[in-house]
């Protein structure tokens, strides 16, 4: 069972395994430079866990000097779309990287093409007629050795001309492959004589109709990193039994520089879906509405709910960089998110469920404007004016007819202080046919002015509210996991663990200086939590936020 990890312990430096080897790599003279690499297949949009590793190449190169290429592995082009690679140079930057090479698999093409070719001419690849199932049923099991492809003594003569007509186009998709000759007795099934090139008759987006055969990546990987000049090529645990297959690709094809591949554990989420084809099916079969729905965990996603760069950076340097399997608990994202957010957010008032509220003795047709601070952490952020009158917005749940013993906000006959405003005392409930509360009817005492230094009385309740005549009408998401923990480990179909109620939208109201805010900017509703101004309803004038967080947890960081 994987260890599950809840907290972490404050620290000037989180774990980082391979922090150390670098170190250790230059003070030995090994390297004399770190060269890292991002290698995203650009098949699908970046998620959490790719941000993990994007800070994890991008910042171990910062700090020791180096540099960081990003390099798309561009070689199934049976899965990928140009709309991914902007998406991915999108986040990165986002992220607050910057690269300094711009790299495709796609740019090697032909010197990997003549590195195969170097590797028939010394015996170690053939040309294979065994279809795909085939090549399955005979690599064997983890305690049985694989069986011998009967095109596996083919010479060098005609695997040769065999893999250049497979260049040329002479045959289909399927019908050849050009495989590695290593050893189909190995332990490690990765070297049982993998495949390194397959055919396929299709358009690249970036080469176009140039080849219709593509490597694999398991051979593409390593020629990059060292064509490159990688230094440490890192990845996660997944890709440790390939790692010897790694070495063999570098070494087989002669090439002069000879990066070394190091592993970590990937990032795992509670209540997050983390696998790139799940994600896909989520957006294909329209179960949310495009990769950057916020409740995708995608960086897209997340930057659309309200995270920002400066969060999960943060997230992503403290959890630390290991070998063992953890889970992260959800709830430690969100604290970053809070943590940056509490001195930078402007605070105001936002009703989400409207109850109408008239206060009768006060002026027909007269507003007065109150003085409120944007955020009481930050002086810095100074203060706003807000209007005040006869008829305003209150929380549904702030009242209740019949409420239970210590329910301090509005039932008849209790007074609360209104936020910024005045007390008011409800003295009249009007309810429609159905006998639902549609309106309270209070007064107000002009004396306990917020701000004003009275201390005649106290009240024990403070509720926020919106003055009806200039508030702006919002619409409010709210969100909940996709899925549960308790769901996936039921062991039900991916489709059945969705939950229903991922996402709610309420109709409600903001204070009337809410009326020219931009998208993504961010602000803490009282009460409520952190919000995000969604920018995709910018553009159909629609005024809609996404709630990034509530404004409380049960997390804690030292714990």
Not at 146 to 172: A, C, H, I, Q, W
Not at 209 to 230: K, N, Q, S, V
Not at 480 to 491: F, K, R, S, V, Y
Request: net charge negative; proline share 5%; with cysteine.
């Amino acid at each position: 069972m994987q260890e599950r990890l809840i907290a972490v312990e404050n620290k000037t430096s989180s774990s980082n395994f391979i922090k150390s080897i670098v170190s250790d790599d230059l003070k030995s003279g090994k390297v004399n430079e770190i060269i890292t690499r991002f290698p995203p297949e650009p098949n699908g949009y970046l998620h959490i866990g790719h941000a993990k590793s994007i800070c994890l190449n991008f910042e171990l190169a910062d700090e020791f000097g180096g540099k960081t290429n990003l390099r798309f592995d561009d070689t199934n082009p049976l899965k990928e779309d140009t709309e991914y690679v902007e998406s991915i140079r999108e986040d990165v930057r986002w992220l607050g990287f910057e690269w300094d090479d711009l790299r495709f698999a796609s740019d090697y093409f032909e010197e990997m093409y003549n590195r195969a070719r170097r590797l028939i001419e010394k015996g170690l690849a053939y040309v294979c007629d065994l279809n795909a199932e085939q090549i399955r049923e005979t690599r064997g099991t983890l305690t049985q050795p694989g069986t011998e492809s009967p095109y596996r003594s083919r010479s060098v003569e005609e695997n040769l001309d065999l893999f250049s007509r497979m260049r040329s186009g002479e045959f289909k998709d399927g019908e050849k492959v050009l495989r590695a000759k290593i050893d189909m007795a190995s332990p490690n099934i990765n070297l049982r004589d993998p495949v390194l090139y397959r055919i396929a008759h299709v358009h690249h987006h970036r080469t176009g109709d140039a080849w219709c055969i593509y490597p694999m990546y398991d051979y593409a990987h390593p020629l990059g990193d060292a064509i490159e000049g990688i230094t440490h090529s890192i990845c996660t645990l997944e890709f440790e039994d390939h790692r010897p297959l790694y070495d063999w690709v570098v070494e087989s094809t002669e090439m002069s520089a000879a990066p070394k591949q190091y592993e970590f554990a990937r990032l795992n989420v509670t209540n997050t879906v983390m696998s790139k084809r799940k994600l896909k099916q989520l957006v294909d079969e329209n179960i949310v509405d495009g990769w950057d729905d916020p409740r995708m965990p995608t960086i897209s996603g997340l930057r659309r709910k309200g995270y920002t760069a400066e969060a999960l950076r943060n997230f992503c340097r403290e959890i630390g960089v290991a070998r063992a399997h953890s889970v992260v608990d959800e709830r430690m994202l969100e604290h970053f998110i809070r943590e940056d957010l509490k001195l930078k957010a402007n605070r105001t008032m936002a009703v989400l469920r409207p109850l109408k509220v008239v206060i009768t003795n006060y002026p027909e047709g007269e507003t007065e404007w109150l003085e409120a601070e944007n955020n009481s952490e930050n002086e810095e952020l100074g203060n706003r004016k807000i209007p005040f009158s006869r008829e305003i917005y209150i929380e549904q749940d702030d009242f209740m007819e019949d409420p239970p013993s210590k329910y301090f906000r509005l039932f008849p006959g209790n007074e609360v202080r209104l936020k910024h405003a005045y007390f008011i005392v409800c003295q009249e409930v009007i309810k429609d046919a159905d006998g639902n509360v549609i309106e309270l009817r209070c007064t107000y005492d002009p004396e306990t002015k917020s701000g004003s230094g009275f201390t005649g009385r106290k009240v024990k309740g403070t509720i926020h509210w919106v003055e009806a005549s200039q508030a702006q009408a919002a619409e409010f998401r709210l969100y909940e996991p996709l899925i549960t923990d308790e769901a996936e480990e039921e062991g039900k179909p991916f489709l059945e663990c969705i939950n229903p109620n991922s996402l709610e939208v309420l109709q409600g109201f903001v204070e009337p200086n809410m009326a020219g805010v931009k998208g993504n900017e961010k602000f803490q509703f009282f009460r409520h939590g952190y919000f995000n101004v969604d920018p995709h309803f910018e553009a159909e004038g629609r005024l809609a936020f996404n709630r990034i967080v509530s404004l409380k947890s049960s997390f804690n960081p030292k714990a």
